[in-house]
């Protein structure tokens, strides 16, 4: 057995090597290989609206050529790019390994000029080779009745932003004011509360961002008197406390009402045209990078557009959309970026290291301890790469792929493990710790002050002294490894052991495969149709649950208009795929020409 023992090992060496080989050849040839990501940030707009397009080149972090664009049946602007390369570092027996994958993003702004199907392709990347090209996944675009009484808007006060740089999103609705003398009054009903939608107005938390305390603005915002103007906001409702909320109105506890939100209008000019404005203002800052939308905001409902002649108001119903906004959360400017920068922004750092132990043998691991605080972003805050660091790995070895990340007050403190490669009196150089402050727009770099360590040998030859008789000076060989525990030998290690399982296993493991492959690929295909399915199921339900709700209302001593009109509204919105059940009669007759219902049918459901 000792004989064969060193082929085995010299066969298992070669054979290692070319697995790494191999490993390297096949890395080689996957990072020049050059591929396109095509991804819109919405896939459903309203004509009018912008949205982003973020088009990653995977292979290369060229900031030329640009991605080309012009195929695309839309007004393109271009936002910039940045860097999503990554570097790894492994140390393995001392030699220390570089890898990574390169990547740039570009980010595009979009406009699709007509409503329908926008194509997100083919975008063009040119190369010393044949162009390649990508594309993303189809935009719906909606078009808008045109009109010019209401105005809806939402807007950000900055396009970009860096983490934890607040900013704010403004929503305004401008409504056209009456002709003189009534240019004073406002041109909302105070019974007919126009309806807002807009999903950045829910309770939801938003990922990656801190929100402001919605409910206690919209709560402040709250109006009682039924004489003033109001809105409704997505579908925040509450039941009336008492007849004596609305003493001219139907009195049903158990029937939610739509809260009536009071907006402040203001006097504004637009293009030489007098309107009232309605605002609301949220204030947002970001902790992760990324695009954040909000919008779009719909506006539906009665606006008054002026008197009759018995001076009571004439309204009419309008639709409008106001496009969303994007805003980009991106990092710091790549131009003079240190190695060291960790990833956070803000106005100042300190950095502190220190070692577990001063005195130390050769080869001994021991704890740095790096604490980074100050105020500055902690959610993009990574670990500092030591080994890009010139001068640390000189005298030491560092291990920069097992660093241990924690929370510490206005901070975080990274372990890493290290060891001395030389004896003597050693000095663990400055770490640098750059970071991008906010105030100034530069880069910054902090350091540690340098930290003595003192490495001895692992193996001493120490004197005992002289026999004064021999002359003889005896030696002693201090050794600092312990001495390994003695071998044992037992019967069962001449049998042969099998590499692989048992055949039932194997069969279970094959014949479990492609049914595992197969549950996976309903489950896909489940979760992309769950949409159509839950608009199918909700189709399907909507006329035995409307019959049924006929009938209760039939059996009534006194039927109900209004409910049974609710439970119309109800049904066809289910039944023709409308979100919601807010349906007027003007929506009602163009959905149901569109889903081939007679003319004269659709009208006398109107």
Same mark, same amino acid.
């Given at each position: 057995?000792?004989?064969?023992h060193?082929?085995?090992?010299?066969?298992?060496?070669g054979?290692?090597?070319?697995?790494?080989?191999a490993?390297c050849?096949?890395?080689?040839?996957?990072?020049?290989? *050059?591929?396109?990501?095509?991804?819109?940030?919405?896939?459903?707009i309203?004509?009018?609206?912008?949205?982003?397009?973020?088009?990653?080149?995977?292979?290369?972090?060229?900031?030329?050529?640009?991605?080309?664009?012009s195929s695309l049946?839309?007004?393109?602007?271009?936002?910039?790019?940045?860097?999503?390369?990554q570097?790894f570092?492994?140390?393995?027996?001392?030699?220390i390994?570089?890898?990574?994958?390169?990547?740039?993003?570009?980010?595009?702004?979009?406009?699709?000029?007509a409503a329908?199907?926008?194509t997100?392709g083919?975008?063009?990347?040119?190369?010393?080779?044949p162009?390649?090209?990508?594309?993303?996944p189809?935009?719906?675009?909606?078009?808008? &009745?045109?009109?010019d009484r209401?105005?809806?808007?939402v807007?950000?006060s900055?396009?970009?932003?860096?983490?934890?740089?607040p900013?704010? *999103?403004?929503?305004?609705v401008a409504?056209?004011a009456?002709?003189k003398?009534?240019e004073?009054?406002?041109?909302?009903?105070?019974?007919l509360?126009?309806?807002?939608?807009?999903?950045?107005?829910?309770?939801?938390?938003i990922?990656?961002?801190? *929100?402001?305390n919605?409910q206690?603005?919209?709560q402040?915002l709250?109006?009682n008197?039924?004489?003033?103007?109001?809105?409704?906001?997505n579908?925040?409702?509450?039941?009336?406390?008492?007849?004596?909320a609305?003493?001219?109105?139907?009195?049903?506890p158990?029937?939610?009402?739509?809260?009536?939100?009071?907006?402040?209008?203001?006097?504004?000019?637009?293009?030489?045209?007098a309107?009232?404005?309605y605002?609301?203002?949220?204030?947002?800052?970001?902790?992760?990078?990324?695009?954040?939308t909000?919008?779009?905001?719909?506006?539906?409902?009665?606006?008054?557009?002026?008197?009759?002649?018995?001076?009571?108001?004439?309204?009419?119903?309008?639709?409008?959309?106001?496009?969303?906004?994007?805003v980009?959360?991106?990092?710091?400017?790549?131009?003079?970026?240190?190695?060291?920068?960790?990833?956070s922004?803000?106005?100042?750092?300190?950095?502190q290291?220190?070692?577990?132990?001063?005195?130390?043998?050769?080869?001994d691991?021991?704890?740095?301890t790096?604490?980074?605080?100050?105020?500055?972003?902690?959610?993009?805050?990574?670990?500092?790469?030591?080994?890009?660091?010139?001068?640390?790995?000189?005298?030491?070895? *560092?291990?920069?792929?097992?660093?241990?990340?924690?929370?510490?007050?206005a901070?975080k403190?990274?372990?890493?493990?290290?060891?001395?490669i030389?004896e003597?009196?050693?000095?663990?150089?400055?770490i640098?710790?750059?970071?991008?402050?906010?105030a100034?727009?530069?880069?910054?770099?902090?350091?540690t002050?340098?930290?003595?360590?003192?490495a001895?040998a692992?193996?001493q030859?120490i004197? &005992?002294?002289?026999?004064?008789?021999?002359?003889?000076?005896?030696?002693?060989?201090?050794?600092t490894?312990?001495?390994?525990?003695?071998?044992?030998?037992?019967?069962?290690?001449?049998?042969?052991?099998?590499?692989?399982?048992?055949?039932?296993v194997?069969?279970?493991?094959?014949?479990?495969?492609?049914?595992?492959l197969?549950?996976a690929?309903?489950?896909?295909?489940?979760?992309?149709h769950?949409d159509?399915?839950s608009?199918?199921?909700?189709?399907?339900?909507?006329?035995?649950?409307?019959?049924?709700a006929?009938r209760a209302?039939?059996?009534?001593?006194?039927?109900?208009?209004?409910?049974?009109g609710?439970?119309i509204?109800?049904?066809?919105?289910a039944?023709?795929?409308v979100?919601?059940s807010?349906?007027?009669?003007?929506?009602?007759?163009?959905?149901l020409?569109?889903?081939?219902?007679p003319?004269a049918?659709?009208?006398?459901?109107?």
């Amino acid at each position: 057995m000792s004989s064969t023992h060193p082929d085995w090992c010299r066969t298992a060496g070669g054979l290692r090597r070319a697995v790494l080989a191999a490993a390297c050849f096949w890395s080689a040839c996957a990072c020049a290989e *050059i591929t396109l990501n095509v991804q819109p940030t919405r896939t459903q707009i309203y004509l009018g609206e912008s949205l982003l397009l973020n088009v990653t080149v995977n292979g290369t972090d060229d900031e030329q050529p640009l991605p080309d664009l012009s195929s695309l049946q839309a007004d393109v602007q271009f936002l910039g790019s940045q860097r999503n390369s990554q570097q790894f570092i492994s140390v393995v027996n001392g030699r220390i390994t570089r890898s990574g994958t390169k990547a740039r993003l570009f980010a595009f702004q979009l406009k699709p000029r007509a409503a329908g199907v926008f194509t997100t392709g083919p975008v063009k990347y040119k190369t010393d080779g044949p162009a390649i090209t990508g594309r993303g996944p189809d935009v719906q675009v909606t078009g808008q &009745e045109p009109q010019d009484r209401v105005v809806a808007c939402v807007q950000a006060s900055r396009a970009s932003v860096l983490v934890d740089e607040p900013f704010t *999103i403004t929503l305004s609705v401008a409504i056209a004011a009456l002709p003189k003398p009534n240019e004073a009054v406002e041109p909302v009903h105070p019974n007919l509360l126009p309806r807002l939608e807009c999903g950045f107005l829910s309770l939801a938390e938003i990922p990656g961002l801190q *929100i402001p305390n919605l409910q206690q603005t919209l709560q402040s915002l709250i109006s009682n008197d039924q004489r003033k103007p109001a809105f409704q906001i997505n579908d925040y409702v509450m039941r009336a406390s008492s007849m004596f909320a609305d003493p001219f109105g139907d009195f049903d506890p158990f029937q939610p009402r739509p809260i009536r939100f009071r907006l402040t209008p203001a006097s504004v000019l637009r293009n030489g045209r007098a309107f009232h404005e309605y605002t609301l203002t949220l204030s947002y800052t970001p902790k992760q990078e990324g695009d954040y939308t909000f919008g779009p905001v719909t506006f539906k409902g009665e606006v008054i557009t002026g008197a009759n002649t018995q001076n009571q108001a004439v309204t009419r119903q309008i639709s409008c959309v106001g496009p969303a906004v994007t805003v980009r959360v991106v990092p710091p400017p790549e131009t003079n970026r240190p190695d060291w920068f960790i990833g956070s922004v803000g106005t100042n750092l300190s950095v502190q290291a220190e070692l577990d132990a001063a005195i130390c043998k050769v080869g001994d691991p021991l704890t740095l301890t790096l604490d980074v605080t100050g105020a500055l972003s902690l959610g993009n805050m990574r670990p500092p790469q030591l080994n890009l660091q010139p001068g640390l790995n000189t005298d030491f070895r *560092i291990y920069d792929d097992n660093v241990e990340a924690s929370a510490i007050p206005a901070g975080k403190r990274f372990r890493y493990r290290i060891r001395p490669i030389r004896e003597g009196t050693l000095e663990l150089p400055p770490i640098q710790v750059a970071w991008f402050d906010t105030a100034s727009r530069t880069y910054r770099t902090a350091r540690t002050q340098p930290i003595p360590v003192q490495a001895r040998a692992n193996t001493q030859i120490i004197s &005992e002294g002289t026999n004064a008789s021999t002359h003889i000076t005896r030696l002693a060989v201090e050794r600092t490894t312990t001495t390994p525990s003695a071998i044992t030998v037992v019967r069962d290690g001449s049998r042969g052991q099998p590499l692989l399982p048992s055949g039932l296993v194997l069969l279970t493991l094959l014949g479990s495969a492609p049914l595992c492959l197969m549950l996976a690929w309903c489950g896909l295909l489940l979760y992309q149709h769950r949409d159509s399915l839950s608009a199918a199921h909700r189709r399907n339900r909507a006329l035995p649950q409307a019959l049924a709700a006929l009938r209760a209302a039939s059996l009534t001593p006194s039927p109900d208009a209004a409910a049974v009109g609710h439970l119309i509204r109800d049904f066809l919105a289910a039944r023709l795929g409308v979100a919601g059940s807010a349906l007027t009669a003007g929506d009602v007759v163009p959905l149901l020409q569109h889903n081939r219902v007679p003319d004269a049918t659709a009208t006398a459901c109107g």
